[in-house]
């Protein structure tokens, strides 16, 4: 599927500059899929604690960062961000004062490093770090530069008169960053003096409209909305809970936090704690609490030794398990502290750490558990395999695979990412595996999301 607008017209919004995007707190990998960082899976990135072999740089001297995908343009006619963990290449623009004058660049190591002691920070002995931005779309502060007011007519018209042009809303909304599309709802509102959330409610059905509301109310809001479908009614779906929470960064936990408050006039914390056990409401309230050592902080090889013998004192060098005990380490442990975790833990005791995990723990705690280790240790394999979950066996679970690839889709590398880590690991294209399990304009929309032909 070629990208929106048709060719010969110039790009929506194309004389504006990109907006920047925010961080993800996920490593690069190469577009052929590598294990992280060129390492044993695990192997925390250079500068954090356990240095690789002389020689080995990060990404080689030359290349562009692993994971990088190819040049494309869609509505505001710029190529996709190098997010996904990464800063824009340079920095930020000038005069932005983001990090303000004087403090060190935001992702940037904390003052210490390997085998020195940390500095004083708050938090279980945890060096203190210069937070991470907000994603892309997390901070409603954020502004879309480019005028949007073509994409807002073309979705107005293919929704006015007699039928719904289909084909019009997917070459639209799948072409969108998370900026571009609050543009489009506010130019919509202003020229239409109309909703389009609502619009498209009244004109689609099914998955396909499910998709296209995902995509149109952007990741914030769109996450705030999946935890409450997560909740309400009998029972909670934990594992779409998991799919909004874990291994997020602090300010995008907070930035959920305040605007769920905002939407649905509840805390996210109590909401959650009504649907929840016990033990299983205390995992989740250090979850929501976004206390989480940032990915700035240095790894200490001292204090990663410690919180291996915490998890085994609390495991295997026990009988039965201290449970809180090792949610409290692993829930806010950094992603870095996370990988070093798994290896050390290998390393001492000749087993895995999610192996400890699936031995000790049971039901929804085991997956949370598993699932903040696989996000950490190799988060484009985490997206796979949780794509191939909701489509394995009898039946596919269409509200997670909705809401899996607008959430990845929203940022370039991590899908492209993503991709990689399929094929590599289940020898099958993803966007023909997605097509495989759906059908009609919702596996057009799926597909186009995926940045393939349908």
């Known amino acids: 599927m070629s990208y929106y607008?048709?060719?010969?017209?110039?790009?929506?919004?194309?004389?504006?500059?990109?907006?920047?995007?925010?961080?993800?707190?996920?490593?690069?990998?190469?577009?052929?899929?590598?294990?992280?960082?060129?390492?044993?899976?695990?192997?925390?990135?250079?500068?954090?604690?356990?240095?690789?072999?002389?020689?080995?740089?990060?990404?080689?001297?030359?290349?562009?960062?692993?994971?990088?995908?190819?040049?494309?343009?869609?509505?505001?006619?710029?190529?996709?961000?190098?997010?996904?963990?990464?800063?824009?290449?340079?920095?930020?623009?000038?005069?932005?004062?983001?990090?303000?004058?004087?403090?060190?660049?935001?992702?940037?190591?904390?003052?210490?490093?390997?085998?020195?002691?940390?500095?004083?920070?708050?938090?279980?002995?945890?060096?203190?770090?210069?937070?991470?931005?907000?994603?892309?779309?997390?901070?409603?502060?954020?502004?879309?530069?480019?005028?949007?007011?073509?994409?807002?007519?073309?979705?107005?018209?293919?929704?006015?008169?007699?039928?719904t042009n289909e084909t019009q809303l997917i070459k639209v909304l799948s072409s969108l960053d998370a900026l571009q599309v609050e543009g489009v709802k506010q130019a919509y509102q202003q020229r239409h003096k109309r909703d389009l959330l609502k619009d498209v409610h009244g004109e689609t059905s099914s998955y396909f409209r499910d998709g296209l509301e995902a995509i149109i109310r952007g990741p914030l809001d769109q996450d705030c909305h999946f935890i409450n479908e997560a909740i309400k009614g009998a029972g909670t779906k934990e594992t779409l809970l998991d799919d909004v929470l874990i291994s997020r960064s602090n300010a995008d936990i907070n930035a959920i936090k305040a605007h769920y408050q905002q939407k649905f006039r509840r805390t996210l914390e109590s909401d959650v704690k009504g649907d929840l056990s016990m033990k299983t409401e205390r995992m989740y309230d250090m979850i929501m609490a976004a206390h989480r050592d940032e990915e700035s902080a240095p790894v200490i090889p001292q204090q990663v030794d410690a919180w291996v013998q915490e998890i085994y004192n609390a495991t295997e060098g026990r009988a039965g398990t201290d449970q809180l005990t090792v949610c409290t380490v692993l829930a806010k442990r950094s992603n870095g502290q996370l990988r070093a975790i798994a290896q050390s833990y290998k390393t001492k005791y000749h087993r895995t750490l999610q192996e400890v995990l699936k031995k000790e723990f049971s039901g929804h705690m085991e997956s949370a558990l598993m699932s903040m280790v696989s996000a950490a240790e190799d988060p484009a394999k985490y997206d796979a395999d949780r794509l191939e979950e909701s489509m394995k066996g009898m039946g596919t679970k269409d509200v997670r695979l909705v809401g899996l690839i607008v959430s990845i889709h929203w940022d370039k590398q991590r899908l492209q990412q993503c991709k990689a880590a399929y094929k590599h690991f289940y020898k099958r294209d993803l966007a023909q595996r997605v097509q495989s399990e759906t059908n009609g304009d919702y596996k057009k929309l799926m597909v186009a999301c995926l940045g393939a032909s349908y």
Request: glycine share 20%; charged share 5%; hydrophobic share 10%.
């Open 5 to 163: 607008p048709p060719p010969g017209q110039p790009p929506y919004g194309s004389q504006h500059p990109p907006p920047q995007q925010g961080y993800y707190q996920q490593p690069p990998m190469n577009q052929q899929y590598q294990q992280p960082y060129g390492q044993p899976y695990g192997q925390p990135p250079p500068g954090q604690g356990y240095p690789p072999p002389q020689g080995q740089g990060y990404p080689p001297p030359g290349q562009a960062p692993y994971g990088a995908p190819p040049p494309q343009h869609g509505y505001g006619g710029h190529s996709p961000q190098p997010g996904y963990g990464h800063p824009p290449p340079g920095g930020p623009p000038p005069g932005q004062g983001y990090p303000p004058p004087g403090q060190q660049p935001y992702g940037a190591p904390a003052p210490g490093g390997y085998g020195q002691p940390p500095p004083p920070g708050p938090g279980y002995g945890a060096p203190a770090g210069p937070p991470a931005m907000p994603s892309l779309g997390y901070d409603l502060r954020q502004r879309c530069p480019h005028d949007m007011s073509r994409a807002a007519d073309d979705l107005r018209a293919a929704m006015k008169g007699f039928g």
